[in-house]
């Protein structure tokens, strides 16, 4: 009866460290980034964006105000 007990606790331990084994190895495959630099990153470019969708819409407007203009005016 002891050696069942001794058998299945060694196959409960191989399998929990070939479990471990697989985990670790795919985990250090990615590295770890800091998710205040990963979040930080995002609202920059985010910003950016932004910015750039702002000075698209003006150029829109400022175009319009001179079709507008040109529309208006008197020969």
């Keep these: 009866m ?3 007990y001794t ?3 060694c196959s409960l331990t191989s399998l ?3 479990a471990c084994g697989e985990s670790q190895d795919e985990s250090s495959a990615n590295a770890i980034e800091n998710p205040v630099d ?3 990153d995002s609202r920059v470019s985010a910003m950016n964006m932004a910015k750039e969708s702002v000075k698209e819409s003006n150029k829109r407007v400022d175009e319009q105000n001179k079709a507008m203009e040109a529309l208006t005016k008197p020969n």
Aim: net charge positive; charged share 15%.
């Design 2 to 4: 002891k050696k069942h």
């Design 7 to 9: 058998l299945i606790l």
């Design 16 to 18: 929990l460290l070939l």
């Design 38 to 40: 990963t979040y930080l």
